[in-house]
């Protein structure tokens, strides 16, 4: 059975940093890419950060410079390091996992507010 288990959400005030983990069960973690997504309400699914299982990143262009995406294939989890936050990033973040079928986690909310 897939898991896709995300934490680390919560609260943080402008310029602050989070760092999200989404822990993995059911398949071969290593073969996947995995990736971050968010959802504001009333928005589109958008896709923060990928990293394929070799480790190669790209990200969306309004969290370069701020976001990290990084796996730990020892551990089937990939983390999402972000820094000076704003309040445009507070969305729920959702894990995806993507070889030839696609999964996803259940979010997690990020909110960024003072």
């Known amino acids: 059975q897939v898991q896709l288990v995300e934490s680390g959400g919560g609260l943080v005030q402008p310029g602050g940093s989070l760092r999200l983990s989404c822990a993995a069960s059911?398949?071969?973690?290593?073969?996947?890419?995995m990736a971050w997504y968010r959802q504001a309400p009333g928005n589109q699914r958008d896709l923060v950060a990928r990293?394929?299982?070799?480790?190669?990143?790209n990200y969306a262009d309004s969290v370069k410079g701020r976001f990290t995406i990084s796996r730990d294939n020892a551990k089937n989890t990939v983390y999402l390091q972000m820094n000076s936050l704003k309040p445009e990033d507070m969305a729920v973040y959702y894990c995806?996992?993507?070889?030839?079928?696609?999964?996803w986690g259940q979010g997690t909310q990020v909110t960024v507010s003072s």
């Open positions: 059911g398949f071969i973690f290593s073969i996947y890419t």
């Open positions: 995806n996992a993507d070889f030839r079928r696609s999964y």
């Open positions: 990293i394929t299982g070799s480790g190669n990143t």
